[in-house]
DNA sequence: CTGACTGCAAACGTTTTGCACGGTA
DNA sequence: TACCGTGCAAAACGTTTGCAGTCAG
């Protein structure tokens, strides 16, 4: 198990025992909607508001210790920092894993063609998860 | 300027004036927030209710008539089915563009090196636009 | 003419805020 | 110890719903 203590006070971030069980829940599950969060978090702290899980999940954006990952069809989830990758999200049950892919070429191509000076790109796979192939 | 009606119906949708008018404010901005469609509206219709403009987004959505893009920082803005592209976002204005990328070779790479039958995949391009490029 | 649409007001779910207390560094 | 974080309650915000009157087909 990862202390996250030194990198949430990397991250400028009080290592509180709330944002530790955070940075736990999301290296655990990967990605979190705040629902998710919360009810998880409830099975460690009995009272835990979601003023808290809201707070925190705004400053650890703010500070970049976590990020925000909008999903089509479904609830914003957020995932530990990491390196650049984009998503597969499962349209049948909801999951969502990471894939890595070489964005360098699709970001010079579109750059000829078009006016922007891109910097970046986001990039979700729609489809069905291993599982869910089966079922239908 | 395009007549609606007949495409409004064709997507099991009665032509209203309010509906006319979003399909048009749809058509000549290209991609709108529904905060910034409700102030155009009401420049047409002095008593239009917000819930009339939620009704009819969410019948449209419903019906394909319009689609939803979610745009990283930034809220989901609507834009008039067309063929399959993918988005420019400026960081700076929040200015967004069309697109067109060949997906096929994505999908496919991507494909072959996960577990996920892939169905589609929705891309934001995040950059600077050309007026947003001398500003910095 | 009839079912669908509109506008209003109220309800709802989600997110944010203010404040007193408690805990980290 | 000083300041930041927590939990609670209330407020703010965006979106949805129910209803009575109106309109498109």
Do not use: W
């Not at 996250?4 to 944002?19: F, M, N, V």
């Not at 970049?64 to 999200?89: C, D, M, R």
């Not at 964005?103 to 979700?124: A, G, N, P, Q």
């Amino acid at each position: 198990m990862i202390n996250y203590s030194d990198i949430l006070r990397e991250h400028h971030l009080k290592a509180t025992p709330q944002r530790l069980a955070i940075a736990e829940a999301l290296h655990i599950k990967g990605h979190i909607n705040i629902e998710t969060l919360y009810e998880i978090m409830l099975k460690n702290f009995n009272s835990i508001s979601l003023a808290t899980i809201y707070k925190n999940i705004n400053l650890m954006l703010e500070n970049s210790f976590i990020q925000e990952v909008k999903i089509p069809n479904a609830k914003s989830v957020y995932e530990l920092t990491k390196e650049t990758h984009s998503h597969l999200s499962c349209e049948e049950c909801g999951d969502i894993e990471d894939v890595y892919v070489e964005s360098s070429d699709i970001i010079y191509s579109v750059s000829k063609k078009s006016d922007f000076e891109i910097k970046d790109m986001e990039l979700v796979f729609l489809g069905l998860c291993k599982d869910c192939q089966k079922v239908d």
